[in-house]
């Protein structure tokens, strides 16, 4: 059956392998056949009515009524068709139901499942305990229908349980579909959204993730905090480019390389050159990259170390200071853009004196507009917006909390990138 032709041929009074409805309205030789509406139309003679299509010879008859109709059930408007490539020029949206009298009967199902996979079958067979009839329900046939049966009550009853059985089966396999999505997607945040490890640390930890409107639940940010044997804490933050599965599958792999990496002691350049050799074995494409925002802050939290591999500097607050960015000029390329011989990070000294936050973030977070032009919100914007949320008493999950819900309301809904921001506080609030 082609399916490139569905719904764009009819046959004609001399194609020997189909037969026009005998439903339609009186037409002469070689017209074609009306079609229905896609949805059940009300008729003048009931209720609305439902559309079989009968594939095979017919060789008793019992199908060249035009319609069947028991009481006051629906409608069956019969379409007739001698074999599968004549029942593809008919084989519509508009047949709700399929009914194969072949001699290979398995087969045809088989071939209707893949060229009309909503559409529900029934088969026809000599009798209830007719060997094809079980296999052709197991294979993936709604029901059978015996021919010695064929009435209008017997047709009328198997039309009707076929379409609902087969809407069921579409409803239940949608519903499994997006449980395994759901499963999927818990597995997913496990590994880019994990628990910092930060035991024995005098810090507060605090974190917002949100997936971009164009993606279903997660995208490709992803960060890490923890604190080694040494009392060092060392955090990340990092964005795959793209979207989708494949980018937060990538993003998983690079955040737990990381934590590995990190608790096994290696570290600064060598730690993103490892990382880099993960990227480049497990992406996709030679186009697919990474940025990363790493730091490693000293156990009496004084001072740190930055590495900026693509990605935008933190921002760093203070009591009695203004907020700002850390140095971003020694920055290095994003994991992926270039081979090891040509990439070199370098390690930035960042003083962190008394009582401090720091917040790492990824693009999303200034990418998104200011307004309906073009004026994007940009470091500097979310600079300001932060310094006056920090000046409002907000700190912690509250600061992200509203830091992003302004975002999104400055750029007028939805953000098209995904958002990921991380925040560490040393202050004298700790209990």
């Known amino acids: 059956m082609s399916a490139a032709k569905r719904g764009t041929e009819r046959p ?3 194609d020997p392998g189909a037969e026009p409805s005998a439903a339609a309205a009186p037409e002469t030789a070689g017209t074609p056949a009306p079609s229905l509406p896609r949805q059940r139309q009300d008729t003048a003679d009931g209720p609305p009515a439902l559309t079989l299509l009968v594939v095979g010879d017919d060789p008793t008859g019992v199908f060249t009524a035009p319609w069947f109709q028991d009481g006051s059930g629906p409608r069956i408007r019969v379409l007739r068709a001698g074999n599968l490539t004549a029942a593809g020029r008919l084989l519509t949206d508009d047949v709700h139901c399929i009914l194969l009298d072949l001699p290979d009967v398995l087969e045809g199902v088989r ?5 009309a996979p909503y559409t529900a079958v029934l088969v026809l067979t000599d009798g209830a305990d007719d060997g094809s009839a079980a296999e052709a329900v197991r294979v993936g046939a709604q029901d059978h229908l015996a021919r010695g049966d064929v009435d209008a009550a017997a047709v009328t ?3 009707r349980y076929a379409v609902e059985r087969k809407r069921a089966d579409l ?3 949608k519903l499994t579909e997006t449980r395994l999505l759901a499963q999927e997607n818990r597995r997913l945040e496990r590994g880019l959204l994990p628990t910092p490890l930060l035991e024995g640390a005098d810090l507060r930890f605090a974190a917002h993730y949100r997936p971009g409107r164009s993606r279903a639940l997660l995208g490709g940010d992803f960060y890490d905090t923890v604190r080694t044997s040494d009392g060092v804490v060392h955090a990340m933050i990092g964005d795959v480019c793209g979207h989708g599965p494949d980018a937060a ?3 998983v792999e690079l955040r737990i390389a990381w934590r590995a990496l990190t608790f096994a002691g290696l570290g600064g350049e060598a730690l993103l050159r490892t990382l880099q050799q993960v990227l480049v074995n497990e992406r996709a494409d030679d186009e697919i990259f990474a940025t990363l925002c790493a730091l490693d802050i000293a156990p009496d939290g004084h001072s740190a170390g930055l590495y900026l591999a693509g990605h935008p500097a933190p921002l760093l607050a203070g009591p009695g200071r203004v907020p700002r960015l850390l140095p971003h000029e020694d920055g290095g390329p994003a994991l992926g853009l270039l081979p090891d011989a040509l990439v070199e990070w370098q390690r ?8 401090w936050r720091l917040m790492l973030y990824t693009d999303g977070l200034i990418e998104g507009r200011v307004g309906k032009g073009t004026q994007r919100l940009e470091q500097d914007g979310m600079v300001r917006l932060v310094s006056r949320l920090l000046a409002a008493g907000l700190h912690g999950d509250a600061l992200l909390d509203a830091a992003v819900t302004e975002v999104r309301e400055l750029n007028g809904g939805e953000l098209t990138d995904d958002v990921a921001v991380v925040l560490l506080e040393r202050t004298g609030l700790q209990p």
Not at 111 to 115: D, I, N
Not at 348 to 355: F, H, K
């Open 111 to 115: 071939h209707v499942l893949r060229v």
């Open 157 to 159: 009853r198997a039309v």
């Open 12 to 14: 004609s009074a001399t």
């Open 171 to 173: 409803a239940l396999r």
């Open 249 to 251: 599958a990538l993003g």
């Open 348 to 355: 930035v000294p960042v003083a962190l004196d008394g009582e």
